[in-house]
């Protein structure tokens, strides 16, 4: 059996840094083709072959977003081995985003507006985020002892949502501190007494 990963082509990646970098900028359906395969230095055959169309590309665009996320996540869990610390690393991770990384809302959220046909394939690509991103706030938020991390892991994508369009709207020097105190704020109430 092959384990090695085969590495995307160089046109593939091009083209997938060229739409994360516009879709997320402008907009998915602000943003056509043309604008991506000129952005990217691909031809519209490049494109096809390694897409099929645009909604197979807006799925590798999310997908990409998907795997970093969980990406820090993991080297996070590698690197911070107390619960409590990994809880708090989660917390300033996100706020570091807000202020950072994604600047003009979530990418998710974002597209969840553009795609609203629940059953679609880029709908159920975020649904599927959506579940493995709580179920692992769930997964820190009982590894550090906190009461009904349930409730914590579902206060916790409350606050990122409502911080990452925030963030955006009015600015992450507003919304980053806030999301920090409330989302200690949280944690705090949900610690055995």
């Known amino acids: 059996m092959n384990t090695t990963t085969k590495r995307p082509s160089p046109a593939r990646s091009r083209l997938i840094d060229a739409a994360t970098r516009l879709f997320y900028e402008e907009g998915i359906h602000a943003v056509g083709v043309d604008r991506v395969i000129e952005e990217a230095g691909v031809t519209r055959a490049t494109l096809y072959k390694q897409f099929g169309g645009k909604e197979n590309l807006v799925l590798a665009y999310l997908a990409g977003e998907d795997q970093s996320l969980r990406a820090m996540f993991t080297a996070a869990g590698e690197t911070v081995t107390d619960p409590d610390a990994l809880l708090d690393a989660v917390v300033q ?58 409730e914590v892991a579902a206060s916790l994508v409350l606050l990122r949502d409502a911080a990452l369009v925030g963030g955006y709207l009015d600015g992450e020097d507003r919304v980053a501190p806030a999301f920090e105190r409330t989302a200690g704020a949280v944690i705090e109430a949900h610690r055995a007494r």
Do not use: K, M
């Open 93 to 150: 991770g996100i706020a570091a985003d807000i202020r950072g990384r994604h600047t003009r809302g979530c990418p998710f959220i974002n597209a969840a507006a553009e795609f609203p046909d629940a059953g679609g394939a880029v709908r159920q690509l975020i649904d599927e985020h959506r579940e493995w991103f709580r179920s692992t706030l769930r997964q820190v938020a009982e590894a550090s002892g906190l009461e009904r991390p349930d």
